[in-house]
């Protein structure tokens, strides 16, 4: 069986891998397009990352709390990460317990375009490397801090991520 056909099983829980199942957008569209049932579609995933707008919709409330205790509820992610663009990003964890992360020092962004996509990738990359949530959290925000100095998407090498980690500092003074 191929990675493809591994993947697609995973995903429709026929087989069960040591890989993370992950789905990183609850915009609007997806379910309706697929007419499916949003719970039975986005229900047990490793991990979910709306964003602000996206979250709101999908529970009907603004608190950011609410928010994320109506999807951990409703769906049942290991983690969910409710990004905020400039205003970093909320953790929610299995447990009930939520994190606050920040963004990444102050950045003049250029482009927003990709980072949704750079937090989902950074942040599971973190967690298959051994990383527990909060740290790979905070690697999905120095890596998002990285792309939005960008025009157009763009990618972090891992140069340009470690510069945000604390206690370094690029060209522009960001911890």
């Known amino acids: 069986m191929n990675i493809l056909e591994r993947t697609l099983n995973a995903i429709n829980h026929e087989e069960v891998y040591p890989v993370p199942v992950v789905l990183w957008d609850l915009a609007p569209w997806m379910p ?5 049932n949003i719970k039975e579609y986005y229900q047990n995933f490793d991990l979910l990352t709306p ?13 950011l709390e609410k928010m ?6 409703r769906l049942n992610p290991q983690a969910l990460v409710i990004t905020r663009g400039g205003r970093g990003m909320l953790l929610f964890k299995d447990k009930g317990e939520v994190n606050n992360i920040p963004p990444a020092g102050f950045t003049p962004v250029a482009d927003v375009s990709g980072a949704g996509d750079t937090v989902i990738s950074a942040l599971m990359l973190g967690r298959l490397g ?6 790979g959290a905070y690697l999905a925000s ?7 100095r960008k025009s157009g998407t763009a990618v972090a090498s891992p140069e340009e991520v470690l510069s945000f ?11």
């Open 142 to 148: 120095y890596a998002a801090a990285v792309v939005v």
């Open 165 to 175: 980690a604390p206690g370094k500092e690029d060209d522009q003074g960001v911890n």
């Open 130 to 135: 051994g990383a527990t949530w909060v740290e």
């Open 51 to 63: 964003n602000e707008v996206e979250a709101e919709n999908f529970t009907g409330t603004s608190s």
């Open 32 to 36: 309706s397009m697929f007419n499916v």
């Open 68 to 73: 994320g205790q109506k999807i951990m509820k």
